[in-house]
């Protein structure tokens, strides 16, 4: 066989590069950034070639293994049985083409499919054991995967008693666990309240909140679950229709959709079917799986080296619509950057009703070529904010002018000025442009900042236009009296405002910090500009060059910190209150104890005995050291913990990054 030509092999590097870090990208980080649909067509790429010039196999090429969900912090489990991906397919031909190939591979016996949902959450195993639910593990690499039992045991719609029936004494059942819509929206606006990242769609949130460590966090998400598959010596029926029935009976919850398809024909129609009703389900789908429903021809059928024979996953395609642009905002935001707002004539997508899709910046606009009036194509498929994809210009009307981005703000009309290097106009109208005090007012008082409960975008907006709050400082000016006369604002809630005042002047001063909506300075840089300066007395006495010698703190946030200190308004808040006694420097607990770790790069992995890893993170900043989550050639030592898992230990073998444990570490700290 000749050899494969440079072109070729370069290709295919390429697209194995491309694919392991989509997958960490979509696994570890849940931070895609592309489409299930593009992932697929790469990985059938790199498939066909692999095939084509089998001299190039690589047994650590994407095509040889499953994805991998698993984390640090928790037990790694073995499957008894791996938990297989299934074939996927675009393509109606092909799913008719798979139900072929099942028919020549029954040698012709009559066999019937089970069509059912493929709802887009995280897979699930868990084992049941006389009625009681004993383990649940996720998916992970398909051989192993983290026993997150404790965080499933808050899904309600999961049973953790059966009902009385024919249950086997032992057995397994896989599913999804899902963040129906009406939780997703809910967390997300929570998140962005909060300046907190936004999952991209439920599966991300879904597969986030699984794997978080605190249980209690877990239950306040609502997840929800689907199950699909019942796996055990000794089911009560032959057939997968049947066993999902009973599994139904027994308290699991089955999707209603689950249909007995006999011919090509059904296929399809079920499929036409859902392309359309999944639109109004209360929880996110991306497909369909048709599976052989007698369990004895799922045997005989057998596997592939990747996935069954018996069975197919069809995926819908990205959801759009084409609706009318009404017209476009220009809408100001806490920091001034004014971001354009098309506002749409309503249109249904991924089970909610869609009125409004950001444009992004004066760019984005430019390359849509929008104009007024336009009818423009809306894709949402699962993501946080829909988005403009294109413009049907066939419908465009005769004589419409191009959408031009504002020229001044349209809350307090000041000439908006362009941010150099980037594509954002700002309002530089910081302190008297409603929107921005409203928004620092808002930003002052959600959950990572100053924590005040009930006082959230709306209540910001009512409490600036009363005239009651028009600076962060004003908050502890208020009363239950000074509120009882505005709209919506009940006793209760006058009263849990002011219990949240009153328990706000504890608050961490690093909270303080990045509740004040200081230009550039996050939730993290606002930790290590507070843990560096010690008090708001000694950050106000420091000098730019002092600044930038706080991590992470370069010469532009040193000079926005510096000057945001300097300006009168902000002076006077700070001096207010700290009057009114809101915490302004660190507790003895808090504050540095040394400089063990100066210089040093630290990775936390694993579980721990003494302290938890964020307790560990704090440690060791507090000892001059700096946090990072994956493992370089600039890690100074990885703090090791129980379950460390296998591939951080390779890394550190191969880099020569030495490994602490837990006591060494804090017998470390403690000299």
């Not at 072929?100 to 019937?112: N, T, Y």
């Not at 300006?567 to 915490?583: H, Q, Y």
């Amino acid at each position: 066989m000749a050899a494969a030509p440079s072109a070729i092999k370069e290709r295919i590097e390429e697209l194995r590069a491309a694919l392991h870090r989509h997958n960490h990208n979509y696994y570890i980080l849940n931070a895609p950034e592309i489409s299930d649909q593009e992932f697929d067509a790469l990985m059938k790429e790199l498939e066909t070639l692999e095939h084509e010039y089998p001299d190039l196999a690589d047994p650590l090429s994407p095509t040889q293994r499953v994805g991998s969900d698993m984390q640090e912090g928790f037990v790694h489990v073995v499957h008894e049985r791996p938990m297989m991906s299934l074939a996927n397919t675009y393509s109606i031909e092909e799913v008719d083409d798979w139900f072929r190939r099942v028919s020549e591979g029954l040698a012709g016996e009559p066999f019937r499919v089970v069509g059912e949902m493929k709802f887009d959450g995280t897979s699930i195993s868990i084992t049941y054991e006389d009625g009681r639910l004993v383990r649940a593990v996720t998916r992970g690499d398909g051989t192993q995967g983290d026993d997150v039992t404790e965080n499933v045991k808050t899904i309600r719609s999961i049973p953790l008693r059966l009902q009385p029936g024919d249950w086997p004494a032992r057995f397994e059942i896989r599913g999804e666990i899902l963040m129906p819509w009406e939780s997703f929206e809910r967390l997300n606006q929570d998140r962005y309240e909060n300046e907190e990242p936004l999952f991209a769609n439920p599966r991300n949130a879904a597969s986030g909140t699984l794997k978080m460590l605190n249980p209690r966090e877990v239950s306040r998400r609502h997840l929800d679950a689907r199950f699909y598959y019942l796996l055990s010596d000794s089911l009560p029926y032959g057939n997968h229709y049947e066993n999902m029935e009973a599994a139904r009976r027994w308290g699991f919850k089955v999707s209603t959709a689950m249909r007995l398809l006999d011919t090509t024909e059904d296929v399809n129609a079920y499929i036409k079917h859902w392309d359309e009703a999944r639109r109004d389900l209360p929880v996110a789908t991306d497909g369909l799986v048709f599976k052989v429903n007698n369990l004895r021809q799922q045997l005989n059928l057998g596997f592939t080296a990747k996935s069954p024979r018996w069975a197919i996953a069809y995926k819908f395609n990205p959801e759009k619509a084409c609706t009318r642009l009404r017209f476009v905002s220009f809408e100001t935001g806490r920091m001034g950057i004014v971001t354009p707002v098309s506002n749409l004539e309503p249109v249904r997508l991924s089970g909610t009703i869609v009125k409004r899709a950001s444009l992004h910046n004066e760019d984005i606009i430019r390359e849509l070529d929008i104009h007024e009036n336009d009818w423009v194509y809306v894709e949402k498929g699962g993501e946080i904010i829909p988005k403009i994809t294109g413009v049907d210009t066939s419908r465009r009307e005769p004589g419409a002018a191009p959408i031009k981005f504002a020229t001044h703000c349209g809350s307090c009309g000041s000439p908006l000025s362009r941010v150099e290097g980037e594509a954002a106009w700002i309002c530089p109208n910081r302190y008297g442009c409603a929107p921005q005090i409203a928004g620092r007012i808002e930003h002052f008082c959600a959950r990572r900042m100053m924590d005040i409960d009930g006082i959230g975008a709306e209540t910001a907006e009512l409490l600036y236009k009363a005239g009651l709050v028009r600076t962060i400082a004003d908050i502890y000016m208020l009363t239950a009296d000074k509120m009882s006369g505005l709209e919506r604002m009940g006793e209760k809630t006058a009263a849990r405002i002011m219990a949240g005042i009153e328990a706000s002047k504890a608050v961490p001063f690093e909270r303080v910090v990045y509740a004040l909506s200081i230009p550039g300075v996050g939730e993290t840089t606002a930790k290590r500009v507070a843990r560096h300066a010690g008090s708001m007395e000694h950050l106000l006495g420091m000098s730019e060059e002092e600044l930038t010698l706080i991590p992470d703190v370069g010469p532009v946030i040193a000079r926005a910190i510096y000057d945001f200190l300097r300006e009168p308004v902000n002076a006077a808040n700070i001096s207010a209150l700290t009057a009114a006694g809101v915490t302004m420097a660190l507790s003895s607990e808090q504050q540095s104890k040394g400089d063990r770790l100066a210089g040093q790069t630290v990775v936390i992995s694993g579980t721990f005995t003494h302290h938890s890893r964020e307790e560990y993170k704090d440690i060791i900043e507090r000892e001059g050291g700096k946090n990072a989550g994956s493992i370089s050639k600039k890690t100074s030592f990885v703090l090791a913990g129980e379950n460390m898992g296998p591939a951080k230990r390779e890394k550190c073998e191969k880099l020569g990054i030495p490994m602490m444990d837990e006591n060494e570490f804090l017998t470390l700290i403690e000299k």
